[in-house]
Every structure is written in C-alpha cells, then in structure tokens.
C-alpha cells in the first residue's frame, strides 16, 4: 500500500507524466516541455511568487526545484550599480563599477548595426560578470519633442533606424543569456507627467512612428523581455494594457517572452491579471527615490492575487500564463548552462566603446578646416563640459564607473599631438558630482561669478588659434535626465552668451555640443565648426579627442533633426506638448495631432499642408516652411565623397545601386540613405520615409558600389478601417542621398 500511495504521488495527475523524470533540467529538452514539466511540480504559492519582485531589482525563483532568483539591473547603456535589497541606497560593493558604453542617441548616430551587436555582446558580458540575467534596455521611444529628458536613452525619431539598430543590440546581448528588457512599450515620449499622461494618438501613428522598433526588436531580434511605460494609452496603463500588450504584443505579434513592468507601473489587480503584465517590479516606488519598505507581499500580483484565486474570482488560467513566460526567461537565462562566462571592464570593453562614441560623434559643421586641430596649435578649452563626469545622474540609467575619460584629459592626452592646450572654465551649470549615492572625486566647484568667466575665457581666447568649447546640457533635472523634461530649447547657464563673446575675438570656435538631444544655437553663424559629442560613457575623452585630432575620421549622422526652434517642431507647433489636464488634475491628455508627421517628417510637409493642420487643430502659432538647421541623417567628415545612382529596379521591392567615391585625401565612411515616397506627395504620406541606409568605408580615391533595398512591406501604410498593412501600388519617387535633406530622385512604378 504505502509503495502503490508513493508511486501515485510521483505521478501528475493531469498529465500522467512521471515527476521524477526532471525534464525541465534537461538542457536537451524541447524548451516547452521543460516549461510544462516545471509549471505542473509548482504550487499555488510557487507561482505566485516567481512573477513578483522581491527586492528592488530581483524576482524569487523556486529553491525547492532549484530554480534561482532572478536579478535584473538598468540599463541601457551599462550595469548599473546594486542597491541595497529593499532601499535605494548604494550596496557599496566594490565589483560593481563598470564600463559605461555610449548613450543610444549616440549609437543608432553610428547608423552601423555592427556597433549595435559589439555594443550587446559587451553589456552582456558586464551583466553575466555581476549576476544579472536581464539588461532594463534597450530603449527606443520616439524622439517627438527635443524637450524629453529622456531621448538620450532612445535612438531617435525614425522608427526604420531605430528598428535596424534595436535588433543587433537585443540579439548581441542576448546572445550572451542575459536577455533584453526592451523599453517603455509605448508611447513615452515624454518624462513630465509621464504617470499622468493619456496619450492619444491615431492608430496609423501608433504602427507607423511609435510601436515598429518594438515590433522590430520581438519579431527579428527574439527580445525574452519587453518594459510596459508609465502612461496610458486609452486610458489604460500600459502595464496592463489590452491593447498594447495582450492584442498586439502577444497575440499579433507572437512575443512569448516577459512583459515586466515599469518600477511603480502597476496600479491594480484585475488589470494586471488580465492585461498581459507577468513580471511585477517596483510597486510603489518611481524607480528612482520613493519607496515603502517590505511592500512586496502587498503587490497586485502578490497575496491580492492569490487570495482572489483562492476565492474563486479567477482561475489558475492567467496565472499559469504568467508563470510560463518567467519560466521561459529562466530557462533562457539564470538555467542556461551554455552561458558563458562574464566579464567586467575587459579591454574589449573599453575598445567597444571607444569605437562606438568614435562612429557616432557627428561634425555637423566645419568651415575653412577648422578640425582636426593643427599640429603646434595653441588650443584654448573652455567650459564645464569638458571637465564634467557625465555617466552620473541622468536616473535610473546613472553608471558607478571604473573610469571616464574626460575631455580634457582626453584632449591633453592625445596620442602624437603636438598642440598646447589651456582651460578657462567660461560658465558654470551644475557642480553637484553625486547621483543616487555614487560620487565623483573630483570637485568642481567654481566660486567666480558668470561674468569673470567669461571673462577670462574671453582674454584667454584672445591668444588662442583655436578655441574649443565643451557646452551643451548634463544629466541633472530638467536637462537631459528622468523624471522631467527640459524647460527650455536654448543652452542653459548663460553658454549663449559665451559662445557670442568668444567668437568676438576669435574666428576658429569650435563648440562641441554635449547633449542627447538638440538645442538651439542662435549664434551658429558665427562659429565654424560644431561638432554633437552626446553622452559618450566611459571612453568620452579619449573619443571626442580622435575626432578633434582626426585619428578618427567623423562618419556619425544625427538620428533626429536638428530643428532651429521649438516652434518648427510638429508636436510644438500644434501646441500639443504637454497635454491638457482634465478634471480633478489627474490625468492629462496629449494628443499627438502632428499624427504620423514626427521630425523630418513634419519638416518635409509644405508650408500649405502645415497651415491647414494648424487651422485644424486651432494653434495660436503661424505657419512657416523653417529648414532645419541640420537635417534627420546628416553629419559632415574630413574626407568628401560622391554618391552616384547607377541603376534601380522597381517591381514589388526596390532596389537601387549606388557607387560611392571618395573623392579626398583621408580614409573615411559615408552612409548613404533611400528614401521613399510618393511620386506627387499628397499629404496622406510623408514625402519621403527613410526605408534602408548603408554605412560605407573607402580609402581615398576607392569606390564601391552597393545596392539598397526596400522591401514592399516596408513601404505598406497601416489602413486604419482594415486594420492591417497594405501596400499601395502607383507610382513613387526613390530618394539618395546622405541625409534627409536630398534632391537626387527618381520616379518608380510600384506593383
Ligand atoms: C525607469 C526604468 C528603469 C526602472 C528601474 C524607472 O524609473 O523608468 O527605465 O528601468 O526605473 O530603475
């Protein structure tokens, strides 16, 4: 009797499957079986557990059968350093300082998905070295307005871009089992309000501009993980949306990885149950500063949840759900025995990420060869920036480094260069050099008042052939930073001002702008070179110095436009930013009525077109046709090139050969851009969308000749009334060119 009850308790009672076998441990299984195996030996308890955190960033696994904890980390752009288990406060561990990679706006500037795969394969191998099994990155929110704090975390405003770039970041990373937590799906395009705000936005804007480097990333790059963002869409939030995440993410698009929610982005049981989350983190927390000590059991998916079980009020169906996709990510990650071994701060790091701060640095301007700095120059630095760390702060993307570079270390270090360089301060931005309880060293406290500063750095401008000045914004609120957007488009801390009198006495400025996002520069006719130097991580210095000196030739591309003001950009011209609080100020409604016009897209538009939007949705402001000041795509070299259109093939997808020359004296890469549109722009499409980019490197004199192609899925549109993509035959116009700003098309019949 007692050896018939033992072997009846071996067996399950649903699927007749011996327990003993222990399938879910056996690598060689079928990954779904192992997932069955162990879901059916949990108990309610079990379950419940591993789909909730437990501390600030890990998820209990199951001891009993051997499944271990999950940890996670942020993300994006190296591995953040541990908290102490329930606080915010640093864990003060001493193996956690780590190689601080470019920010994204930097690498999808590098327009080389191969930057984006050295990039994964790096951070992953940080994350395996400090026991994480899930990166909180990549993001790819839309660059709508230059005022998100947050953009620096992105890669821009174009969803083609944005997309070819996530898939080699997710699959590098990946590729190492430490899966990618692709964030904020969707629609968080801004910071200020961002638990408040109820986006509203057409259904062909959502599929067109806002969710393709989502789909991009599940679809192509097979991302484990995906973030819900902090706001709503359709009054849902979108960590428990059924729009979002049960009808598109899961069932159109087949993802059967984790949806993991943003830190304090769940707000109730019942839509949590039901509306796809299956990983809750960060319950009454911002992910950032607030925090209620021990909430964990408390949590909508912890005991709510299962006493609403045990009640009757929903079956184990969702649960079980749930349950599968964590098991999936554990198999895929904390259970992979093929992983391998990790590194932190490896050479190769380092190298990783001097490259890719090199590829995506962009000269957006260079009269009379102003750069490379001459040898036996006398180089005068001016500016915070260039003496600031800037991979602390910024929230929950702030790094504990092994080391930074910064540029004027760079610079001074610079390898064979034979130019003297002097440093006048010139204005002072914010001299706190803490974030979350890492601190910098270094102090850089400043005691004069603006106008000595400038001062000084004036006289000293005065001796100097070249002045280079590192402005832009940093990493404290309300500047490139979590939590709030920027106030403003100018230049903070009185630069404006700066950057005008030096150029008084001196005509060889170069300002280095050190930003994520654009800003404007009223004085930019007046300078002759400007150069985008983003938030470069670790290797900052050295990079900006291997473009300045030209040991690397610039071949970086902005990937957004550079508008001259905020009025020029859609979202603002239509008066839609920030939104409109409703009642009982609770939530705020932003419509984005610029609609699928985002970026280039809205600069394209004729004059005509923007005066009947503006009419429409009733903006105060005047219409104008303004050019960017730097167009989506652009950036100079040291080097020039040709770009000539051989040939072109129309039929379902398109293709079009081009050679490229270069026609100068240095090695150098260019990225030639095809756009697509129709062939008598109606406004119901963009006159052009940028459909495929390569990035080609040629000695001088060399050519090469390379064939881009669209393909006719890439050229559908969403039809709102079908709801699916169709292509449109008719005719179209192809465009080449080196950014968005090009006149060299041609007419194509599309069947
Ligand atoms: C951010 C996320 C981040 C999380 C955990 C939140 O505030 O929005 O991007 O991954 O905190 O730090």
């Keep these: 009797m007692r050896g018939l009850l033992l072997t009846l308790s071996l067996f399950n009672p649903f699927t007749f499957l011996p327990l003993t076998a222990q399938v879910y441990l056996d690598e060689t299984q079928p990954l779904e079986q192992r997932v069955e195996d162990a879901l059916r030996r949990m108990t309610l308890d079990e379950k419940i557990a591993i789909i909730h955190a437990q501390s600030k960033f890990s998820a209990p696994g199951v001891k009993r059968l051997g499944i271990p904890d999950m940890w996670t980390d942020d993300g994006p752009h190296g591995v953040r350093p541990d908290v102490l288990w329930d606080e915010w406060e640093q864990a003060g561990q001493t193996n956690d300082s780590c190689v601080a990679f470019p920010a994204l706006t930097c690498l999808a500037a590098t327009w080389n998905p191969q930057m984006a795969r050295i990039y994964g394969e790096s951070l992953g191998e940080e994350a395996l070295y400090r026991g994480k099994a899930m990166i909180l990155g990549p993001g790819v929110n839309i660059n709508r307005t230059p005022l998100n704090g947050r953009n620096f975390e992105y890669m821009g405003e174009d969803p083609w871009l944005a997309s070819r770039m996530v898939v080699p970041y997710v699959q590098g990373l990946q590729s190492k089992g430490v899966a990618a937590c692709v964030k904020h799906y969707a629609l968080n395009n801004d910071e200020e309000y961002r638990h408040q705000v109820n986006v509203i936005v057409s259904d062909r804007a959502l599929r067109e501009i806002y969710l393709p480097a989502f789909e991009a990333a599940v679809k192509e790059g097979g991302a484990w993980a995906i973030m819900g963002a902090y706001n709503l869409y359709k009054n849902q939030h979108n960590c428990h949306n059924e729009i979002l995440l049960n009808r598109i993410l899961k069932q159109e698009w087949g993802f059967d990885g984790v949806v993991v929610s943003d830190w304090g982005g769940a707000h109730n049981t019942d839509e949590a149950v039901r509306n796809g989350l299956d990983l809750e983190f960060g319950t009454w927390t911002d992910g950032l500063t607030m925090g209620a000590t021990n909430a964990y059991d408390n949590y909508y998916l912890a005991l709510p949840y299962k006493k609403a079980i045990q009640e009757g009020r929903y079956t184990t169906k969702e649960l079980d759900e749930k349950v599968r996709r964590v098991l999936r990510l554990h198999f895929r990650t904390t259970m992979n025995r093929q992983r391998p071994y990790g590194f932190l701060c490896s050479e190769a790091h380092y190298d990783a990420a001097r490259k890719i701060a090199g590829e995506g640095i962009v000269l957006l301007k260079n009269e009379q060869h102003v750069l490379p700095i001459q040898q036996n120059a006398k180089v005068l630095v001016v500016g915070e920036n260039a003496i600031k760390m800037m991979t602390v702060g910024g929230g929950s993307s702030s790094l504990k480094v092994q080391h930074e570079v910064l540029p004027l270390d760079g610079l001074q270090s610079a390898p064979n260069s034979q130019f003297t360089i002097d440093y006048a301060r010139g204005y002072v931005g914010d001299t706190v050099q803490s974030y979350n309880g890492v601190t910098v060293g270094r102090s850089i406290a400043e005691s004069r008042t603006p106008a000595e500063l400038r001062a000084e750095a004036v006289e000293k401008a005065k001796q100097a052939d070249v002045v280079i000045v590192f402005g832009g914004l940093n990493k404290s609120d309300f500047q490139d930073c979590e939590g709030h957007d920027r106030r403003q488009y100018e230049l903070p801390y009185e630069q404006n001002e700066l950057v005008e009198a030096l150029a008084k006495v001196n005509k060889n400025i170069v300002f280095v702008n050190i930003s994520g996002n654009a800003v404007a520069m009223p004085w930019i006719d007046k300078v002759p070179a400007v150069v985008q130097?983003?938030?470069?991580?670790?290797?900052?210095?050295?990079?900006?110095?291997?473009?300045?000196?030209?040991?690397?030739?610039?071949?970086?591309?902005?990937?957004f436009t550079w508008f001259r003001q905020l009025s020029d950009v859609g979202a603002h011209s239509l008066n839609t930013y920030p939104g409109t609080w409703r009642e009982g100020h609770d939530v705020i409604d932003e419509e984005y009525k610029e609609d699928i016009f985002v970026g280039y897209r809205w600069a394209d538009l004729s004059a005509k077109r923007k005066k009947e939007m503006l009419t429409a949705h009733r903006s105060p402001l005047t219409a104008h046709r303004s050019t960017p000041l730097f167009p989506f795509g652009y950036g100079l070299s040291y080097t020039t090139f040709d770009v000539t259109v051989n040939g072109h093939e129309g039929g379902a997808d398109v293709s079009v050969t081009v050679?490229?020359?270069?026609?100068?004296?240095?090695?150098?890469?260019?990225?030639?851009?095809?756009?697509?549109?129709?062939?008598?722009?109606?406004?119901?499409?963009?006159?052009?969308?940028?459909?495929?980019?390569?990035?080609?490197?040629?000695?001088?004199?060399?050519?090469?000749?390379?064939?881009?192609?669209?393909?006719?899925?890439?050229?559908?549109?969403?039809?709102?009334?079908?709801?699916?993509?169709?292509?449109?035959?008719?005719?179209?116009r192809a465009y080449i060119g080196t950014s968005s700003n090009t006149n060299s098309s041609f007419k194509l019949n599309l069947l």
Excluded: C, H, M
């Design 533 to 559: 130097g983003w938030f470069l991580g670790s290797e900052a210095g050295n990079a900006l110095a291997d473009v300045l000196t030209g040991r690397v030739n610039p071949s970086g591309k902005l990937p």
């Design 659 to 732: 050679t490229v020359k270069n026609t100068g004296k240095v090695a150098g890469a260019e990225t030639v851009q095809l756009y697509v549109g129709p062939d008598k722009p109606d406004n119901s499409r963009p006159v052009k969308e940028l459909k495929a980019f390569q990035k080609v490197w040629l000695e001088p004199g060399e050519s090469k000749t390379i064939t881009l192609t669209a393909s006719r899925q890439s050229l559908s549109v969403w039809d709102e009334a079908a709801g699916q993509w169709t292509f449109i035959p008719g005719t179209y």
